[in-house]
């Protein structure tokens, strides 16, 4: 519930908007907007080219260690803060919220 909350703060105040994902109806399409979306880009645009620059680097099968290595490290953390809330899971496979959609690496 507080990540619909924080969106809809965030549409609200014209920084994001908000679709229903076409091919599921589980999932919403959130896209950052505007001056948003510009201030976004000046901070972060050049790590993210510096970081893809250094993807390149990388073969295939390296990419695929490092992938493999960070789905388990994103699974630990979200086990351990599971057992630190008590055992409650409310929401889906970790991984998957974190990479859904999202292109692969290589």
Avoid at 10 to 30: F, S
Avoid at 58 to 70: A, C, K, P, S, V
Avoid at 78 to 97: I, K, N
Wanted: glycine share 8%; net charge negative; with cysteine.
């Amino acid at each position: 519930m507080a990540t619909t909350t924080a969106i809809a703060r965030l549409v609200a105040a014209g920084h994001a908007t908000r679709a229903d994902d076409p091919d599921d109806r589980r999932r919403a399409v959130v896209t950052v907007v505007g001056a948003t979306a510009d201030v976004i880009e000046s901070v972060y645009g050049s790590l993210a080219h510096a970081g893809h620059e250094l993807l390149r680097t990388y073969t295939d099968r390296e990419l695929d260690l490092i992938e493999e290595f960070l789905r388990h490290g994103c699974r630990l953390q979200f086990e351990a803060a599971t057992r630190a809330h008590g055992g409650e899971r409310s929401v889906g496979d970790p991984v998957e919220l974190v990479v859904s959609g999202a292109a692969p690496m290589h």
